[in-house]
């Protein structure tokens, strides 16, 4: 997403914290931290596995995150959803994900 956005200033990407906190038990927490901050650096941090501070805030955007994931059908992440609506899973290189969302 960084290289796209990067290149590309007629794409943006709208990001939804959706921990999955049966295999990572600290991203519930630290996805409440990052949404707290709107904080990028602390979302990079969060992927270099840095230890992130307790949420700042209360908020229940991360339980409406996760409700919204299960009534979509997302089980795992990055789940991508396209300006279309087609929903795409997994990581894809820059240009291929560029060519989906644009249709080509």
Known sequence: MKKIVKERDDIAFYLKMYPLTSIHPK??????TIVCEKSIKLL???????????PSCKTDVI??????????????????ILPDGRMISGNKKAENLIKLILGK
């Open 27 to 32: 991203a519930y927490n630290n996805a409440k």
């Open 44 to 54: 990079e941090d969060a992927y270099a596995k840095k230890t992130l501070p307790a």
């Open 63 to 80: 339980d409406k995150n996760i409700a919204l994931a299960k009534k979509l059908g997302i089980r795992g992440t990055p789940a991508i």
